[in-house]
């Protein structure tokens, strides 16, 4: 089964970040196609230089290196929403295939479920 995960929650912020992480490896591991796409204020767990250590909560970041464990190889990010906060794709501790609106729509479009985590 197709399944798109659009991950929107800022990081280290409550639970939701943490939670759709773990949703998307739920999902990969009982072999649905996942895609990956951080959108609006969730390209801010992508930055390379954010530091964790004085927030006092466990970065849950370091999980992003299960996304190949797991299979999970379609990975984006919304261009609009770099553009928005004023990011590059260099400052991203992922390599993420940027899409624009009409890219991320057809996207979505060839999905059997998406989920907005």
């Known amino acids: 089964m197709k399944i798109a995960v659009l991950v929107t929650k800022l990081p280290l912020?409550?639970?939701?970040?943490?939670?759709s992480l773990d949703l998307i490896f739920a999902l990969a591991a009982v072999d649905h196609q996942v895609?990956?796409?951080?959108?609006d204020d969730?390209?801010?767990q992508l930055l390379k230089a954010d530091d964790s250590a004085g927030l006092m909560v466990k970065d849950f970041r370091r999980s992003f290196k299960l996304f190949e464990l797991y299979d999970i190889e379609q990975l984006y990010i919304c261009a609009e929403?770099?553009?928005?906060?004023?990011?590059?794709?260099?400052?991203l501790m992922l390599d993420?295939?940027?899409?624009e609106g009409n890219e991320l729509s057809q996207l979505l479009y060839t999905q059997q479920h998406v989920i907005k985590a």
């Open 13 to 19: 912020q409550g639970i939701e970040a943490r939670e």
């Open 35 to 39: 895609s990956v796409i951080f959108s």
């Open 42 to 44: 969730a390209v801010y």
């Open 81 to 91: 929403s770099l553009r928005q906060r004023k990011l590059e794709t260099n400052e």
């Open 96 to 99: 993420l295939q940027p899409l």
